[in-house]
C-alpha cells in the first residue's frame, strides 16, 4: 500500500487483486448541465448537485496501478474542493516512483491533472494507458482551433497537460487485456475514447465505470439523463444502459468517479430505471 493512504478509505479485494479509492475531493455542478429530465428531477440537483472525484489504486502484488490522477491544482479556481490528492506535493515523490501504471479513463482536466507538473510527468516509472480514441481526438492540433471560443482554455489545458507524458504513453484500441485481471473496457459517449476497467480474479470480478454514470442522484433511476460534457449523448445513454443492464444481472459490484460516494456498491432494478445499494 503506497505510505500516506487513509487505512479508512473504500477497498475491495478480488483475489490477488485489492482496489481501494482515493479521493481527490468534489465538484459543485450546475442544475443546467442536465438535460432530458422532469421537474421533479430538475428540483432535486437545483441549483447545483455535488459530485464526488474518485480515483482508485489496484495492487496486485508486483504492480500498483492508478486510475486516473485527480485534477492537481489546475481546477482549484473554480471547484475549491477538488485536488486534494495532492500528487504534485513533494513529500509524495516516492508514493509516485512506486506506481507501476496509470490507466487513464478519459482526458477531461479533472482525471489527469495531477499527472504532471511544470512540464514534466509527476509519475517517472509508470506506464500510462489511453485508448488511442481519445488520445488523438485530445492531442489534434487542429482541435484548439475548431471548438467553440469558450471551450479552447479547457482543450489547450488538456493538451499542456497531455504533452509531458508522450514517452510514457500506451495507446489502446478497444477491450485490452492488461494483466492480472484487469481489462480496459471500452465504454465510449462521455468522451470518444472513454473506458472502463473490468477487474476479475476466479469468479470474483467488479468494475470501475468511471464516467459511465455522473450524477447518483439522477441516472440510477433514469439512465436517459444527458449530461452537458457528454461528446455524444445518444452514445453516453447507450453505453450507461447496457452496463447497467450487467451490472445488475450478473450482480456485479461497481464504483464510479463521480459518486459522492467512495464505495462499491451493485445495482438492483426498480421500475423503469435501477438503484444503487452499497456493499
Not at 101 to 113: E, K, R, S
Request: net charge negative; charged share 20%.
Amino acid at each position: 500500500m503506497l505510505g500516506t493512504l487513509d487505512k479508512s478509505a473504500s477497498r475491495l479485494a478480488r483475489g490477488n487483486l485489492t482496489v481501494t479509492a482515493l479521493s481527490d475531493g468534489y465538484l459543485d455542478i450546475p442544475a443546467a448541465y442536465f438535460s432530458n429530465v422532469t421537474q421533479t428531477e430538475q428540483d432535486a440537483v437545483s441549483p447545483s448537485t455535488r459530485f464526488g472525484a474518485n480515483t482508485w489504486l489496484i495492487e496486485t502484488g508486483t504492480r500498483k496501478i492508478l486510475v486516473d490522477a485527480g485534477s492537481g491544482e489546475y481546477l482549484k479556481e473554480r471547484f475549491p474542493a477538488s485536488g486534494t490528492l495532492t500528487w504534485q506535493a513533494p513529500e509524495k515523490t516516492e508514493e509516485r516512483a512506486a506506481v507501476t501504471d496509470i490507466v487513464i479513463t478519459h482526458m477531461h482536466a479533472d482525471h489527469i491533472g495531477g499527472l504532471s507538473l511544470n512540464g514534466s510527468c509527476l509519475f517517472p516509472n509508470a506506464e500510462i494507458h489511453v485508448q488511442a480514441a481519445e488520445w488523438d481526438f485530445w492531442t489534434d492540433e487542429a482541435l484548439l482551433t475548431s471548438v467553440p471560443e469558450d471551450k479552447r482554455p479547457l482543450v489547450g489545458l488538456i493538451q499542456a497537460l497531455a504533452k509531458p507524458v508522450g514517452n510514457q504513453l500506451r495507446l489502446h484500441r478497444g477491450d485490452t487485456d492488461l494483466g492480472d485481471g484487469i481489462t480496459l473496457l471500452s465504454a465510449p459517449g462521455h468522451t470518444p475514447g472513454h473506458q472502463a476497467l473490468h477487474l476479475s480474479s476466479g469468479s470474483k470480478e467488479a468494475i470501475l465505470l468511471a464516467d459511465v454514470v455522473v450524477s447518483d442522484v439522477l441516472q440510477f433511476a433514469n439512465p436517459d439523463v444527458r449530461y452537458a460534457l457528454d461528446s455524444d449523448p445518444d452514445l453516453a445513454v447507450k453505453t450507461r444502459r447496457a452496463l447497467f443492464d450487467r451490472l445488475s444481472a450478473d450482480r456485479i459490484p461497481f464504483a464510479a468517479t463521480h459518486l459522492y460516494t467512495d464505495r462499491f456498491g451493485c445495482l438492483e432494478t426498480r421500475d423503469n430505471g435501477f438503484a444503487f445499494v452499497e456493499i
